[in-house]
């Protein structure tokens, strides 16, 4: 990325974007186009709005974290009516619930459901065909959007499989590229509802950019330079190891840091946050503290070793933290990880059952 700055009308960069541009389906397993925006994940969450809503439009916004109503309340600013159906705290969303609201809907007001498929701040991942199955039962005709921003490169997901009618995305988590890219994948139905979007405007408009005219109006107005050729080398990573074997790869040392923290669950200590196993996202853990305080495990990892943690984003935001495992990671970089934090609690005198290192090194073992 570090590179003087070529010219961005014609040369190497068209062949740059192509690449990207040609290779982003792939990534969430669909054979819609790929938008690219200067921005992060707000400015895709925001394209996708503005593309395909209109003022005066009812969204159901399906929460198990945070991230969702963030979504929605973006939507919100734009004048979208927003319904936001709540899981219990610990858990993902039930699509039972799903149905049931979408059948009290005979008029089809709700014009779309936002949801995401991982959420960062609670760590539980959402089943996506289950939700997309609640709308077809119901015979909804709502639009299926998904923030995608914390699994994409991390767990499978399948965009047109499921059913999805428009995935967003950013670059910075799994993409492993600094942030500065957003990306919205719309499938059929988003670009037809684009057509009568009444929120439409200039700069994330889709129209110049359905058009595969010059980059100049492809990323409206200067393309990302820098960041095309960063995106360019991190899907060519992606393309080396494998989309499955990188979900392989994240499932397994997910895995680890879950077996770690089960290890070291003990009366007034530490839990994981997400109750049930077949909600946990496998890019991300968030871990519930007991009686420890987080953010005094935070400042011990950041100060005394250069760990950073993720902070708890929740109602009791001291007593849970977060342990990111998703992108370009190994188990070198786990087990390190995990090994800080076992041993910053051991100097915080923390209630410990078990070592959480010694049993995420046995669970690795089976993976070598
Ligand atoms: C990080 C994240 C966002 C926000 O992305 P920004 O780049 O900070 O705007 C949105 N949704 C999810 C699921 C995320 O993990």
């Not at 059948?103 to 498929?117: M, N, R, S, Y």
């Not at 070291?264 to 519930?288: E, F, I």
Request: one cysteine or more; charged letters at 20%; hydrophobic letters at 45%.
């Amino acid at each position: 990325m570090d590179r003087a700055m070529p010219n961005i009308y014609d040369g190497e960069l068209v062949g740059v974007s192509e690449f990207v541009l040609d290779r982003l389906p792939s990534i969430a397993r669909t054979s819609s186009r790929a938008f690219v925006t200067i921005g992060n994940g707000h400015a895709a969450w925001q394209m996708a709005i503005s593309n395909t809503l209109s003022q005066g439009d009812k969204v159901l916004v399906l929460e198990c974290g945070r991230f969702a109503t963030l979504w929605g309340r973006a939507a919100e600013v734009s004048g979208i009516e927003v319904e936001i159906l709540d899981s219990s705290p610990g858990r993902s969303i039930d699509p039972a619930r799903v149905l049931e609201r979408l059948e009290a809907d005979a008029g089809h007001e709700i014009a779309a459901v936002l949801t995401v498929h991982a959420d960062t701040s609670s760590s539980a991942v959402n089943d996506i065909a289950a939700i997309r199955a609640a709308l077809d039962d119901a015979g909804h005709p709502a639009l299926l959007m998904v923030d995608c921003i914390a699994s994409l490169g991390c767990m499978r997901y399948e965009m047109d499989e499921w059913g999805v009618d428009l995935t967003v995305g950013a670059s910075q988590k799994g993409l492993m590229v600094p942030p500065g890219l957003g990306i919205v994948w719309a499938g059929p139905r988003a670009v037809e509802a684009h057509q009568r979007a009444g929120l439409r405007n200039a700069y994330f408009d889709w129209g110049p950019r359905l058009v595969d005219g010059p980059l100049y109006t492809r990323y409206g107005g200067t393309p990302p330079v820098t960041h095309l050729f960063g995106m360019m080398e991190a899907l060519q990573m992606i393309e080396e190891e494998g989309l499955e074997a990188i979900w392989q790869r994240h499932q397994v040392l997910a895995g680890s840091v879950r077996a770690a923290v089960d290890a070291w669950s003990a009366p007034g200590g530490l839990c994981l946050y997400v109750t049930d196993p077949q909600s946990r996202a496998d890019s991300v853990t968030t871990v519930a503290t007991g009686d420890v305080d987080a953010d005094e495990l935070r400042r011990v990892c950041q100060d005394s070793a250069n760990l950073t943690l993720g902070f708890g984003m929740f109602d009791k935001p001291d007593r849970t933290f977060r342990i990111g495992h998703m992108g370009h990671t190994n188990p070198p970089v786990v087990l390190g990880t995990l090994g800080t934090i076992e041993a910053a609690l051991h100097s915080m005198g923390a209630p410990l059952g078990a070592s959480g290192v010694a049993a995420a090194a046995e669970y690795l073992a089976d993976s070598l």
